[in-house]
């Protein structure tokens, strides 16, 4: 059974970190593009940054450009976003998803597989 675990969400002032896990099991973690979606409550679920599983390039929305970055170790079939200088607009569920195809991060996410149960990522002004 495919599955996806998030941790490392949290409260955080603005002008901090987080470092957020996705551990990947039950589906070749290989062959799959990873990518980080958000929902802020009252909001559309957004696509916030993806690894392509053929080249290993990185994709961010313009929001967190230069201040997040995502990371993957295939070895250990996890990635992890690295979140600096966070913003009480970064406010959201963070999940981790799984897709059989190249990266997209526009709409909410539909084509992506496998899904897991989010984390809280909360940052107080």
């Known amino acids: 059974e495919a599955q996806l675990v998030e941790s490392g969400g949290g409260l955080v002032q603005a002008g901090g970190s987080l470092r957020l896990s996705c551990a990947a099991s039950?589906?070749?973690?290989?062959?799959?593009?990873i990518a980080w979606f958000r929902q802020a409550p009252g909001k559309e679920r957004e696509g916030v940054s993806c690894?392509?599983?053929?080249?290993?390039?990185?994709y961010y929305v313009d929001s967190v450009k230069g201040r997040f970055t995502m990371s993957s170790d295939n070895a250990k079939n996890t990635v992890s976003l690295q979140m600096n200088s966070l913003k009480p607009e970064d406010t959201a569920v963070y999940y981790c998803?799984?897709?059989?195809?190249?990266?997209?991060?526009?709409?909410?996410?539909?084509?992506?597989?496998?899904w897991g149960q989010g984390t809280q990522v909360t940052v107080s002004a």
């Open positions: 998803a799984a897709d059989y195809g190249p990266c997209n991060l526009a709409g909410w996410g539909f084509e992506y597989d496998y």
């Open positions: 039950g589906f070749t973690f290989d062959d799959y593009a």
């Open positions: 690894i392509s599983s053929t080249d290993g390039r990185r």
